[in-house]
C-alpha cells in the first residue's frame, strides 16, 4: 500500500512536468515603435530668426518625447521634394518643412506616402488627411513693430525689409503700415524684398539705400539677411526693430525691441501634438492669443521709452483680446 502511494505520487508529478513541457510560452509583448520626426529646413539653423527658431522648437519636442530624429538645412528649393520624398521613404512618420511655398511641395509628395505625415511650417494648406499647417499671424509681428517705429521715428520715413515677397511676408508690411497711418498718417513706410533668406550681400544694399533714402528705424524679417541689415543699421547709426526672433544681440545698441514670431513655440507644438497622437490634418492658426506672436524690448531702450512702450503694450493687449482684426492691403 505504501508502495502504491508513492508510485502515486511520482506519476503526479511527471504529469506535471509533460504539462509544463507542453504549455504554450508566453509570447513578449513588442516594444512601442519609436517615432521618427524630420526636419527640412532652406536656410541656417543659426540665423538668429525662423530657422534657428524651428530647430530649436523640433529639437525641444523630439527629446522630450523621445523621437528618433533628423534634420536638413540649405535645402535648396528645388531639392525640397526629393527631401521630402527621401524621408518618407525611410519610414518618417513625421517630416516638417519650415516654407510656406512647402505647400506646393506636400501636394506632391503626400498622397504618394500617406502613413507619413507632414506639418508645413507658415503653411497654408492642408489635404484633410496627412498634412497640417503651422499658420502664424505674422501680420501682427509688422504691427506691434510699427506701433513702436512710428513713434520713435524723426525723419518720418520707416522701413520693412522682407526676404521674399510671398503674401504672409507682405502681410507683415501692411500690418506696419496700418499701424502707422494710425499714429501719424504723414509717415511714409517703405518696403523692399531681397528676393532670397539667405543672400545677405543683397540684404545690406538694400538696407543701405532705405537709409539714403532717409529711413531711420528699420524692421528686417529676412532671416539671415535681417542680421546683415541689421548691422548697417548699426554702422549708419539708425535704429532697428527686430522681428521673428529676439534680434537685440546682433546690435544691443540700436535694437529697440523685437517682434516675435514664437515659431519655436509653433514647431514644438506641431510635433508634441503629433507624438501625443492629437494632430488634426487642418491648419492651426497662432497668434497673440496664443502665446506664439509676442514683443521683447530691449532693456536699454525700455526706460528710455515709457510713452512708447506703454503704447506698444496696448497694441498688444488689443491683439491678444482680439479688438485689433487683420489689416487688408490697399
Not at 128 to 155: C, F, H, P, S
Amino acid at each position: 500500500m505504501k508502495s502504491f502511494k508513492y508510485l502515486a505520487l511520482v506519476v503526479v508529478m511527471l504529469s506535471g512536468v509533460v504539462l509544463a513541457g507542453c504549455a504554450p510560452k508566453a509570447t513578449p509583448t513588442p516594444a512601442p515603435k519609436k517615432l521618427k520626426a524630420a526636419l527640412v529646413h532652406y536656410g541656417v539653423f543659426t540665423d538668429k530668426s525662423w530657422g534657428q527658431a524651428a530647430y530649436e522648437g523640433f529639437m525641444r519636442a523630439v527629446k522630450e518625447y523621445g523621437l528618433e530624429y533628423a534634420t536638413s538645412e540649405m535645402v535648396p528649393q528645388t531639392e525640397w521634394e526629393a527631401q521630402f520624398r527621401d524621408y518618407a521613404a525611410k519610414g518618417y512618420d513625421l517630416v516638417v518643412g519650415t516654407d510656406s511655398a512647402m505647400d506646393d511641395t506636400a501636394k506632391v509628395v503626400a498622397p504618394q506616402y500617406p502613413k507619413t505625415f507632414f506639418v508645413i511650417d507658415s503653411g497654408q494648406w492642408t489635404n484633410d488627411k496627412n498634412v497640417a499647417g503651422i499658420a502664424i499671424a505674422e501680420w501682427q509681428e509688422g504691427y506691434l513693430g510699427g506701433a513702436i517705429m512710428a513713434r520713435l521715428t524723426k525723419t518720418k520715413k520707416i522701413a520693412f525689409l522682407g526676404g521674399t515677397d510671398h503674401p504672409v511676408i507682405v502681410q507683415v508690411e501692411t500690418g506696419m503700415r496700418a499701424v502707422a497711418e494710425q499714429v501719424d498718417p504723414s509717415i511714409e513706410v517703405k518696403g523692399s524684398y531681397v528676393g532670397s533668406w539667405t543672400d545677405v550681400q543683397k540684404a545690406r544694399e538694400l538696407a543701405s539705400a532705405l537709409i539714403d533714402a532717409g529711413v531711420d528705424v528699420i524692421m528686417p524679417k529676412a532671416d539671415a539677411g535681417s542680421v546683415a541689415a541689421i548691422g548697417v543699421a548699426a554702422e549708419r547709426g539708425i535704429l532697428a526693430v527686430g522681428c521673428t526672433g529676439d534680434m537685440t544681440s546682433v546690435s544691443p545698441e540700436h535694437v529697440v525691441a523685437s517682434a516675435r514670431a514664437r515659431n519655436d513655440e509653433a514647431v514644438y507644438r506641431a510635433v508634441k501634438l503629433f507624438a501625443q497622437g492629437k494632430i488634426e490634418a487642418k491648419v492651426y492658426v497662432m497668434g497673440a492669443a496664443e502665446g506664439v506672436v509676442d514683443l521683447v524690448w530691449n532693456p536699454r531702450f525700455k526706460d528710455q521709452y515709457p510713452d512708447v512702450v506703454k503704447a506698444a503694450q496696448q497694441v498688444f493687449d488689443d491683439l491678444v483680446s482680439g479688438k485689433i482684426q487683420e489689416p487688408t492691403k490697399k
